[in-house]
């Protein structure tokens, strides 16, 4: 009943630092996103992945990178972060082709200092 | 023009109160529409499908209406606890599954 599963839920990094945002999903989802979300910006799009083996960039993809690790699990990685990349990252996932709405994880606040 | 638009608000209304949010969206085609409900420092929940022809879930209502291509959502006799942002959400590219948010629009209800 765990439905999508963000870790971690809190990060600070320093400026430069690398990591990796992990995402997972139990619901046999065949399509996975990752969100950023900053005051005033609404939900943006940094990559997703319609189905297992496939990633495409979203509206933000510029510092970050993904894999789709397998039909489960879709991560989001940061090679040098930056303090415009603090904000709360959304991962989320859906049948795909089929628009039941998306499931959201908790999300992870990261802060760049 | 962004493609999904929302009145920010906020919206400050007092409890037992009707208040309706309107959202217009761009892309003609779109197929698929949802109101999602954000709670402070929380993720994203779908509050519920917009579905052609209306639809209410108890004190929900939502419209379509796709000549003006707008979509609403009425809440009747409002509680302390719909206070929240309320996003609407609009299928982007047909077939990809990809859904488009709004900024949200911001409900307070007051005692």
């Known amino acids: 009943n765990a439905g999508v599963t963000q870790t971690p839920k809190f990060q600070v990094l320093k400026t430069g630092q690398s990591m990796t945002l992990q995402c997972a999903q139990d619901?046999?989802?065949?399509?996975m996103y990752w969100y950023r979300q900053d005051p005033g910006m609404g939900l943006r799009l940094i990559y997703y992945?319609?189905?297992?083996?496939?990633?495409d960039k979203g509206e933000v993809p510029n510092g970050y990178n993904v894999s789709r690790l397998n039909k489960r699990e879709f991560s989001l990685r940061l090679e040098s972060a930056a303090p415009s990349q603090t904000s709360v990252y959304f991962c989320a996932s859906s049948h795909g082709t089929i628009n039941y709405g998306y499931t959201f994880g908790s999300g992870t606040r990261l802060t760049v200092v | 023009r962004k493609e999904v638009e929302q009145d920010p608000g906020p919206f400050n209304v007092p409890e037992g109160a009707t208040v309706a949010f309107n959202c217009t969206y761009s892309n003609s085609a779109s197929q698929s529409f949802f109101w999602y409900r954000q709670d402070c420092r929380k993720e994203p929940k779908l509050l519920m499908s917009v579905y052609s022809s209306g639809n209410e879930d108890g004190r929900f209502t939502a419209q379509l209406n796709r000549a003006s291509q707008y979509i609403s959502l009425l809440i009747r006799d409002s509680k302390l606890s719909d206070s929240a942002t309320y996003l609407c959400?609009?299928?982007?590219?047909?077939?990809?599954?990809?859904?488009?948010f709004g900024q949200g629009t911001t409900l307070q209800v007051k005692p």
């Open positions: 619901m046999n989802h065949n399509s």
């Open positions: 959400v609009v299928n982007g590219i047909i077939n990809t599954g990809k859904l488009i």
């Open positions: 992945s319609a189905s297992e083996g496939t990633t």
